[in-house]
């Protein structure tokens, strides 16, 4: 039982660039999530789906785009890479909406640099 | 606007001693709290929650406490081991309404158990 699994683990990017950060879990979740953390902060959503087909927007989704076509795949897209964009990324599903006993399951992450 | 709050970046603890991490938010809406615990490395893995409606709750060598008045959770971990060292998250949820489908996170309190 993999979890969730997320690649690349590392890249660099030049700015202006584009790619496409992976994640799959295999726990049949409902709801997967995309976060960013930067250093010294906490975590911060990006994206996140209830669901294949649907999709909303956290609290900094600038500069991103998702989408969910199956249960297990929740891609993360940057179009026209930043620096400011420099950050971990982290992955993570949950059964239910996030509260109470239905704790999110992370990825290892992707750090990702901008240069 | 830090909703959630951890104003320790640092503690260090003995081993076999108590370790107590604090959190502080300030929305009053938040319905639940969780403890994520990181590795370096890793993603956040879900440690321990608590109901709002709750103050106290147990498993093992880890209690979490609530403090509704004072708008504050601890988490007390006894006795700390050196396997405890790692970055614990204070995170909160409010009920989901909209686009509050999220968790809020705070910084993070870099937890060292010496021996």
């Known amino acids: 039982n993999a979890g969730v699994t997320q690649t690349p683990k590392f890249r660099i990017l030049k700015i202006g660039q584009s790619m496409t950060l992976q994640c799959t879990q295999d726990m049949n979740h409902n709801y997967m999530y995309w976060y960013r953390q930067d250093p010294g902060m906490g975590l911060k959503l990006i994206y996140y789906?209830?669901?294949?087909?649907?999709?909303d927007k956290g609290e900094v989704p600038n500069g991103y785009n998702v989408s969910r076509s199956t249960t297990e795949d929740f891609p993360l897209r940057l179009e026209l890479a930043a620096p400011s964009q420099t950050s971990v990324y982290f992955c993570a599903s949950s059964w239910l909406g996030p509260g109470g006993n239905q704790p999110q399951h992370f990825g290892d992450g992707t750090r990702l640099s901008i240069l | 606007d830090q909703q959630v709050k951890q104003n320790s970046p640092s503690l260090s603890v003995q081993e076999g001693r108590i370790s107590i991490l604090n959190c502080d938010y300030t929305n009053s809406m938040f319905d639940y709290f969780l403890w994520y615990k990181k590795y370096p490395a890793e993603g956040p893995t879900f440690l321990i929650s608590i109901s709002s409606i709750k103050d106290k709750n147990e498993d093992g060598r880890f209690t979490v406490f609530l403090n509704k008045s004072a708008k504050h959770l601890s988490l007390h971990i006894v006795p700390s081991q050196p396997g405890d060292s790692a970055v614990y998250f204070c995170a909160a949820s409010a009920p989901n309404t909209g686009t509050a489908s999220k968790l809020t996170f705070g910084t993070g309190t870099r937890l060292q158990v010496t021996l």
């Open positions: 789906s209830v669901g294949a087909g649907i999709t």
